[in-house]
């Protein structure tokens, strides 16, 4: 199995208590930190503007910026997104962004791409909020869009949400010399009818998580979508985010909650809802408890067929003593 991290960049308040003048210090040093560390294949942010689960003043940094900023720092490391909102900017603006920090990572970009959800953020930023049948059409088109512009140089096309006619994408990314031709699209959300249907047709990666009877339940969708666009299953990686706190015991995990519902409180939650959330967010997830609980869920999961993790620590940017341990003793464990 192989295994991401996500670097904490504010969104869920987990820059909290530190000077937004030393963030880019934090988040930086982690980066470098994993890159050094062969454990770990990638490192990830989130594509928002906004904390959640409430919009508050705290610190949220922009994820393209961060991809730029970490491909200049690193040298082995790949650098992913999960995941970017396609509505959030033009697809043709989007592929050469990627097409250009690819150059500077030396090839190592994944796209991470999906409808998008936080209705707050898109009404804030006043790109209303359309339905959900409008988002993944987006969606649809604009990953299309990508594909061209990565294995052609051009693309044009005359859809129904996205109008193109020769954008060009010079030069073209480093990784049109890779098997896949261009950068590796991850396609993220495991709704049967539309998305899995889109990963079928397009994904290098797809990107849902959930139980292990859940994530197998949605395998085969995937294999029947496939199946039905001529499309080789066995091309597809999929991969699966997860929440991931580790405690000896239950006063341990308990006090190292509260921690993360007292950082969400300083950054303006109510005690009710911060903990609400965490107990949602946290406290329930099957990475969350022993070392050997994390080891047994992350092995039941791989049975299903899951191949590749993408690990958030919510205590990252203060303590890697439990990115450690996850090193010592949970990755030995999945090979």
């Known amino acids: 199995m192989k295994f991401g991290l996500f670097i904490p960049q504010g969104w869920r308040y987990d820059l909290v208590d530190i000077d937004p003048a030393q963030h880019w210090e934090v988040m930086s040093d982690l980066v470098r930190y994993a890159d050094a560390t062969p454990a770990?294949?990638?490192?990830?942010?989130?594509?928002?503007?906004?904390?959640?689960p409430r919009a508050s003043q705290e610190a949220t940094h922009e994820a393209w910026s961060l991809m730029?900023?970490?491909?200049?720092?690193?040298?082995?490391?790949?650098?992913?997104q999960m995941c970017t909102c396609m509505s959030y900017r033009q697809?043709?603006?989007?592929?050469?962004?990627?097409?250009?920090?690819?150059?500077?990572?030396?090839?190592?970009?994944?796209?991470?791409?999906?409808?998008?959800?936080?209705?707050?953020?898109?009404?804030?930023?006043?790109?209303?909020?359309?339905?959900?049948?409008?988002?993944?059409?987006?969606?649809?088109?604009?990953?299309?869009?990508?594909?061209?512009?990565?294995?052609?140089?051009?693309?044009?096309?005359?859809?129904?949400y996205y109008q193109v006619d020769g954008a060009l994408c010079f030069p073209q990314p480093l990784q049109t010399s890779s098997a896949a031709n261009r950068i590796p699209i991850w396609v993220a959300g495991g709704g049967p009818k539309v998305t899995l249907k889109i990963a079928a047709q397009y994904a290098d990666y797809t990107n849902y998580f959930g139980n292990p009877e859940e994530f197998a339940a949605k395998t085969e969708i995937l294999k029947a979508h496939c199946q039905d666009v001529g499309r080789d299953f066995d091309e597809i990686t999929l991969t699966g985010n997860t929440n991931v706190v580790i405690a000896d015991n239950r006063a341990e995990l308990d006090?190292?909650?509260?921690?993360?519902?007292?950082?969400?409180?300083?950054?303006?939650?109510s005690i009710s809802d911060a903990t609400r959330h965490v107990d949602r967010s946290l406290r329930t997830q099957p990475t969350v408890g022993t070392a050997e609980q994390v080891v047994e869920a992350l092995q039941a999961m791989r049975t299903s067929g899951?191949?590749?993790?993408?690990?958030?620590?919510?205590?990252?940017?203060?303590?890697?003593?439990?990115?450690?341990?996850?090193?010592?003793?949970?990755?030995?464990?999945?090979?």
Do not use: C, N
């Open 306 to 335: 899951l191949s590749y993790a993408i690990t958030y620590f919510p205590d990252a940017a203060y303590d890697r003593s439990t990115i450690e341990r996850f090193e010592r003793e949970i990755m030995p464990a999945l090979g």
């Open 91 to 160: 697809p043709t603006y989007l592929a050469k962004v990627a097409a250009t920090i690819d150059h500077i990572s030396g090839g190592r970009i994944e796209m991470g791409i999906g409808g998008g959800w936080y209705e707050h953020e898109w009404r804030a930023y006043g790109y209303g909020f359309p339905s959900a049948g409008e988002r993944l059409g987006r969606l649809r088109e604009g990953v299309e869009i990508f594909r061209q512009m990565w294995t052609t140089g051009s693309a044009t096309l005359d859809g129904k």
């Open 68 to 80: 730029a900023g970490f491909a200049g720092i690193t040298e082995r490391v790949r650098l992913g």
């Open 40 to 52: 770990w294949e990638s490192v990830w942010v989130y594509d928002h503007f906004h904390t959640t």
């Open 255 to 269: 006090e190292k909650l509260a921690a993360v519902t007292a950082r969400m409180v300083q950054g303006g939650m």
